[in-house]
């Protein structure tokens, strides 16, 4: 069965740290990755996602991960981060090629706190 | 604005009964989804619908019921037969089956008594 792998479940930075927040994920057929973020007081929302192509993606407001398929890792990256990036992160996954793409399996989520 | 309705927000109901958790798109999606949440464990998928009419099992469909009569409006049902309901309940929408959940409602808090 997929499963989502987050491992960092609370972070804490100053504001101007750089940011990496882990997602593995355990599937052995085609899939497609995302990270959802729920900023505080707001609905879950879709940061970035990857289909194919360039295993580099970007996603809104400065965010960026890269698809490694050796290492079956998405992980999520931002250079500096900001007092208004403290959110809760999701990485999720879904069968490419699946009967229900759609079908997302999610991490546990990170917990990122920003400390101005 | 579009978007995804849940009601109520916070939900007390006592254990045995069973109890309809409210979801409402006015984005005119097909496809509605069901998620639960619990803490250290992300959203697990209860049920989703692809279309009118039509409904499948998620990942922990055990002691849960919904129906899709009308494209709008997707309820869960909590019957007595889940053997641990209190958790936070997600629905979720999207455009259309094929793609992944695209807006998500604020949550309904269900605990049990």
């Not at chain 1, 990857?50 to 890792?73: C, R």
Request: overall charge neutral; charged content about 15%; aromatic content about 14%.
């Amino acid at each position: 069965a997929q499963s989502v792998s987050q491992h960092n479940h609370h972070v804490i930075l100053s504001e101007a740290a750089s940011l990496e927040l882990g997602c593995n994920y355990s599937y052995g057929g085609t899939v497609n990755l995302f990270w959802y973020v729920q900023y505080p007081g707001q609905h879950l929302q879709l940061l970035l996602k990857y289909f194919s192509g360039d295993p580099l993606v970007k996603g809104i407001k400065g965010f960026e991960a890269e698809f490694i398929k050796s290492k079956f890792s998405f992980n999520l990256r931002k250079p500096s981060v900001q007092w208004s990036d403290t959110a809760e992160y999701f990485c999720a996954v879904n069968d490419r090629y699946g009967g229900a793409t759609n079908k997302l399996i999610f991490g546990t989520g990170t917990l990122l706190a920003v400390q101005p | 604005d579009g978007g995804i309705t849940q009601s109520p927000k916070y939900l007390f109901r006592k254990e045995g009964q069973n109890v309809t958790l409210s979801c409402e798109q006015n984005l005119n999606h097909d496809a509605m989804y069901w998620y639960r949440q619990d803490p250290g464990q992300g959203l697990r998928l209860i049920y989703y619908s692809q279309i009118v009419n039509d409904f499948q099992k998620g990942d922990i469909a055990e002691g849960y019921s919904v129906s899709r009569e009308k494209k709008e409006s997707f309820p869960l049902t909590v019957t007595s037969a889940q053997k641990n309901p209190t958790a936070f309940y997600l629905c979720a929408s999207s455009i259309s089956q094929g793609i992944q959940p695209q807006h998500f409602g604020d949550g309904t808090r269900l605990s049990i008594l």
